[in-house]
Every structure is written in C-alpha cells, then in structure tokens.
C-alpha cells in the first residue's frame, strides 16, 4: 500500500522484566526464552515485526538477558554443521528468523522503573522517526500478524495506533484501557481517552491495550518527563495520554488471539493453541489431550 506517511522500518521489544511469575524456571533463563511449541516467545513477536517489513531490532535488555542476544546473532558453528549434514528446512528456518548483520540493537534499561522508561531508553536508536513497539509476552496468534494489520491501518490513518482486544469486564484491571470515539470503519476508530489499570468500576470500556503499538517518536519527549503512575512506575500509557492532545490516536481491533505468556495459565494456553495449530503435531497430540482430560 503506498502511503502519505513514513514508513515503520523499526521496532522495540522490552525484554528486561524479571520474570518472578515463572520462578524457578526464570532464575538463568530469561522469560523471552521459554518456548511455546519450539519456539522461544520474544521469537514470535519478531517474526510478526519481519512479516511487517521491519528493519532494525530493538531489544531494551537487563542484566543476565544475554541469551536474547544470543539467539538472534548468527550461530556460525550450527548454521556451518546444518549445511555440511545437508539439513536444508533447519538451515532455511535459522536464516530466515534472525536479523541481518547490523539490524539488531540491544540497549539496557538500568533499573526496573516502569515500561515508559523501558521504552524511553530505546530513543536515541529509534531517532526521530514513527516506529513500532511490542511486548513480547503478548502473543498473537493468526492468519496474518497484528504488525502487518496494524501497518495498513497506519498507513492510511498515520498518527499513533494501538491495537485493542474486548476482554470479559472483570479482567479490566489488569490493562491498559481505551475509551472511543469516532468509528473510521475497518475495526479502527479515534481514541478520545486512555487509562492505566483502572478499577473495574472506573473502565472507560471492556478494550484493553493489547501489547502492540505505532508510535510517533514525539512519545520520547513525554515519557522524558512522565511522573510515577500505576504501580509506583512510569507509565507508557500516561505518556500516551499527555500526546493525545497533540497528535492523533487511533485504535486497532485486530484479527488474531491474544495469549498473555507472562501469566501461567496464559503460557501454557498458547502451547496448547498453537500445538493444536501445527499438522506435524496435532493429530498425536489432540489424542493425547483427550486421554489425559478422560
Ligand atoms: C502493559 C501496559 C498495558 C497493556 C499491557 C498488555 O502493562 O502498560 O497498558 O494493557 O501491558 O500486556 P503490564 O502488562 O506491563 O503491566
């Protein structure tokens, strides 16, 4: 789709939470690394950032994450054996999921003071320029990923996007929450009001952010001196809110399942799903299920 605004040739992925839901499985392992089927998650959200035509990878890392670095970097001595052993599907697959030489940045975010900061420590790599923004333990599964729906919503909407999902009433608390006005059509309508983990009772409405963004690079200049929100932390979305009154704000309802891999029973749903999803493995595997449910 050719577009009046520029294009999102990047994307952040804050990598550097703790992970103490998935204790002890976290203690070495950062808990971007756990799989779901045989894939780490942070993978999934950036095979969704490629499917998009993202360019540049932006990882906000922490102390003892350097396995993420790791596992997007070229593993010379795997790749060399799987081409000498002829394995050409494996060779094909570690090819194509790892960004190409100088397109993976990786910067520190030093103390644990909220996503707002985690996202403002990736300005300087973003520069001045739209971008886009995933959380990684939100996983999205679908025909075709949230990024590349989101893209075509951007590019004919411009501003900032945000992809929204319905979730039942009493879960409201735990999100990111967006009040709407216009409806532009195309599941996409203007953002009028946004609020931060909200009391059930306070909720605007029953659509929560869902973990992926397009962001104008205005953002940068707000979060820089974004006070302490919910939970004590700097906050993405009361950046986004002191934005709202300069720039456009438009919400996504995207096509696909959310599976939050940062809660248990979120993690194991997903493995579940998408084993369900794969033909290599769903035939045994539905068997198995259904012995084990009895
Ligand atoms: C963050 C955002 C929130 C969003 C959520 C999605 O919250 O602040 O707006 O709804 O991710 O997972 P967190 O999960 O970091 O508490």
């Known amino acids: 789709m050719t577009s ?8 952040v992925f804050p990598v550097a939470g703790l992970g103490t839901r998935f204790l002890p499985a976290t203690k070495v392992i950062p808990k971007e690394m756990l799989t779901v089927v045989d894939k780490p998650v942070i993978q999934y959200a950036v095979d969704e ?3 998009a035509g993202i360019e540049h990878f932006i990882f906000v890392t922490g102390r003892g994450k350097g396995a993420i670095e790791d596992h997007f970097d070229l593993a010379y001595e795997l790749e060399a054996t799987l081409k000498a052993r002829g394995k050409t599907a494996e060779l094909k697959m570690m090819q194509e999921s790892r960004p190409k030489a100088g397109t993976a940045s990786f910067v520190r975010q030093q103390e644990p003071l909220g996503l707002g900061h985690a996202v403002w420590c990736a300005r300087d790599i973003v520069g ?12 999205i599964h679908g025909e075709r990923g949230c990024f590349a729906q989101m ?10 996007v945000i992809a929204v999902e319905q979730v039942p009433h009493e879960h409201v608390n735990r999100y990111g929450v967006v009040a709407l006005a216009e409806d532009l059509g195309n599941e996409t309508h203007r953002i009028t009001g946004m ?18 963004y397009i962001l104008q ?3 940068f200049a707000k979060l820089a001196t974004q006070k302490p929100g919910a939970g004590g932390e700097i906050q993405l979305t009361d950046a986004m809110i002191a934005l709202m009154s300069e720039e456009d704000f438009f919400s996504y309802r995207f096509n696909g399942i959310t599976y939050d891999c940062g809660d248990k029973i979120g993690y194991l749903t997903a493995n579940v799903a998408l084993a369900l999803d794969r ?6 595997f539905r068997q198995i299920l259904l012995n084990l449910i009895g």
Do not use: C, Q, T
Request: no cysteine; net charge negative.
């Open 128 to 139: 001045d320029e739209p971008f886009a923004l995933a959380l990684p333990d939100m996983l």
């Open 49 to 51: 950032a490629i499917e």
């Open 151 to 160: 893209v075509d919503v951007y590019s004919k909407h411009g501003g900032n």
């Open 195 to 212: 609020v931060e983990k909200p009391r059930i009772e306070d909720a605007p409405s029953d659509l929560i952010i869902s973990g992926r």
């Open 4 to 11: 009046a605004y520029p294009r999102i040739r990047k994307a």
């Open 217 to 219: 690079p205005g953002i």
């Open 279 to 284: 033909p290599d493995i769903a035939p045994k």
